[in-house]
C-alpha cells in the first residue's frame, strides 16, 4: 500500500468515526468536525504526496513547503471541511484542498496567493470563500 493510499484509508476511517459521533451523541446536539493541527497536517502530508511539495518543519513561519522542482517556490497549503478558509499572511503561492464528507479530498484551488491581498494591507486576515477561488487548478 503506498503512503498515498494509507492516508487517504485513514481519513476515511477519521470521517466514519466522525460520523459515529455525531450520530451517537445528536440529541446533544455536537458536531464532531475534524479541525486544527490533524486536519492541517492531513493537508500537508496529501500535498507533499500529491504535488511534489518539500515540506519545511512544523509550525514554520507563513508557508508550509516548497515545490521540489523550485526551492523558491514557496508554497501555503490550507484544507477546510466547511465553506471558506483564513489567510493571515501574503503568500505567493497557494494551495487549497477541501476534505468531502465521504472522506475524500480534492483540490480547490492552486495558483496566486497574494491577489487576495491587493485591496487592502497585508497583515489583515482574510476569510476567502471556496466558491471564490478559481475553478482551474494548476500546479502552485
Known amino acids: 500500500m503506498s503512503d498515498l493510499e494509507f492516508l487517504q484509508q485513514k481519513v476515511i476511517e477519521l470521517q466514519t468515526i466522525v460520523s459515529e459521533l ?38 514554520h513561519p507563513v508557508v508550509d513547503g516548497c515545490h521540489k522542482d523550485d526551492i523558491n517556490k514557496q508554497v501555503q497549503i490550507k484544507i477546510t471541511q466547511g465553506k471558506k478558509i483564513l489567510l493571515t499572511s501574503c503568500v505567493d503561492n497557494l494551495l487549497v484542498y477541501k476534505l468531502e464528507k465521504d472522506g475524500i479530498i480534492t483540490k480547490v484551488y492552486a495558483g496566486e496567493g497574494n491577489s487576495f491581498f491587493k485591496e487592502q494591507p497585508t497583515n489583515v486576515k482574510r476569510h476567502i470563500s471556496l466558491n471564490s477561488l478559481k475553478p482551474k487548478p494548476t500546479k502552485p
Open 22 to 59: 455525531e450520530e451517537r451523541f445528536k440529541n446533544q446536539k455536537r458536531k464532531f468536525t475534524l479541525d486544527g493541527h490533524i486536519l492541517g497536517s492531513i493537508g500537508e502530508i496529501y500535498a507533499h504526496l500529491t504535488e511534489d511539495i518539500d515540506l519545511y518543519t512544523p509550525s
